[in-house]
């Protein structure tokens, strides 16, 4: 070659090796430089190895660029020197090719545990430590998925427009959808139109106070509405701006229903201690009227006494509505008696009628058998009316109702039958196996309290008898009530051929009643049938009357008074005269009587009572408590 194109051959060769020399001095400064401002240099291996290697590189780059301008140094006056420097450059590359390779093997040690330079910026990480921290991240996202699946309520993303980008499985089930069917509709969607209002002003109001809750109607398949109270939090970027919001949503349809019950029996209750007190004072009016009419009738002629006949008769059917108005407020204390069930059947059946609509046809279907049982005939009543109500609520379309008794042997034991059935909706097994739960309702909210037949199971039962329910969907519904036949005949009381006359006795009777027309007639019965009298006025008033008169036989009392009630004062006098035999005469106790037991000389009388019927109590109550205390016992 010749010797000009030589010398520009080792000229382009000494400047590629300066560039070269350039450049990887450059790249091995700005890793330097990375390393230092991340704070990598002692922690970064591969970055310092790298940098050293480019450093190394550059030195050696450097060495051939000075090896390959020693030809024009001047090598007649410098000859010793540059044949030195040549043999010096090129053990000098040797030495650093030596630690370039050296360098290279460490690289490459390190190279499976680190990826290549970050986004150019001249800093390494240490794979292992992110495989650590993706792990790490792995296992916080499955235990969040986890948490979020398995969780009682559902979880809903939404996005900045409402619209729904993720839902847990718990939120798909609770509406009666997919997972798969619900991202990308509208949040709003799923609203009953009633709510609308209030869950776009949460929604909007969520973005400006961080967090809200509610209560809206939700959608659910099958036409179906699920209750749902809805907590709001707002989702942000990393800049703080809100992006959605995330709700966690609660079923609570079951608990809307319980309050909503709970609401309605609190308003029965209501409407029953208004009932009560109603009763109660309508009582004591019927007392009098009843009471004067009896007294009138034994000095009337027989004209006159045909008219007060049809006063007393009046009053009875008075007196009849009452205790229906009682029955329903479940205001009655139970008082077992024998009861003929057929008859009171019979006498139900004008309520019934009222009760039912017009499109039900009513069929009453007694047995010729006696049918006696001890029962409170009140709550008997009160069976017949939830079971006829109940039917009716079945037959919403209209259908017949069919009400028998009957008189059956189970199980080698005499058992007197009262069936209802009616032609309506039926239930399925598994509201049937419900069908006497407490507060359990398949009714709408506020229409029902799931109290009526738990009511009907509770009663039988502690009466000793049985409820059996047979239902089918579509083929109506028949509820069997099994009660213990008595043994002896129904009672006599209340019967149409009642003595009328007064039974006469001696004795003193203290006598308290607040009613002023209730007490002055009381007294002037008692003191014609042969008694003395004393009157309290109150409980307070008859603890001072008693104080004042040592020979007491009977009290006489009012359960319900201002004050101290007739119970409290009975318990006072029987603490300061033992043995002092009782009679409670109320409509309407309010729950304050305790059960008299069997003690026979603690007795109630109804009202409203009639002449014949307080002092046949009085008398009965004095003979007990002689024949008790003349017993050797």
Known sequence: MDSGWTDLWWQLTAMANAV???????????IARGLLRARQWRNNPLGLATASIFFSCAVHHGSHTVHLLLPYFNMDVHGGLAMRMAFGMDFQAAGWDTVTAVLAVWYWTLRGRFPALVRGAALFEDLR?????EATLRASEERFREIVETTSEGVVVLDADGRIGYTNDRFAEMVGRTPDDLPGSAMLDLVTGADQAVAEQALSAVHDSGATHFEVGMHASGGRVVWARIA????????GTPIGAL???ADVTEQKSIEAQLHQAQKLDAVGQLAGGLAHDFNNLLTVIDGYAALLIAEADETTTKDLVMIRDASSRASALTRQLLTFSRAQTARPQVVEVAGLVAGL???MRRLIREDIDLVVTPTAAATPVRVDPGQLEQVLVNLAINARDAMPTGGTLTIGTDRVDVEQSDFVLVSVTDTG???????????FEPFFTTKNPGEGTGLGLSTVYGIVTRAGGQVRLESRPGLGTT????????TTPADAAGEADEPQRLIAGDGTILLVEDDPAVRQLSERILRTAGYRVL???DGEDALAVAGAHADIDLLVTDVVMPGMNGQQLADRLTDLRPGLPVIFTSAYTRGVLTDTGDDRTVAFLDKPFTAAALTAKVRSVLDNHAEAAASPA
């Not at 070269?20 to 700005?30: G, K, P, V």
């Not at 430590?129 to 921290?133: E, I, K, T, W």
């Open 479 to 486: 509820f069997e009530v099994y009660l213990p036949a008595a």
């Open 232 to 239: 709001l939090t707002t989702r942000v970027d990393d800049a």
């Open 535 to 537: 009157v309290g006025v």
């Open 129 to 133: 430590l992110r495989q650590a921290a």
């Open 349 to 351: 059946e004008v309520l």
């Open 247 to 249: 709700a966690m949503v």
């Open 20 to 30: 070269i020399l350039a450049a990887y001095l450059a790249i091995s400064f700005a």
């Open 425 to 435: 909706l039926g239930m399925t097994p598994e509201v049937a196996a419900r069908a």
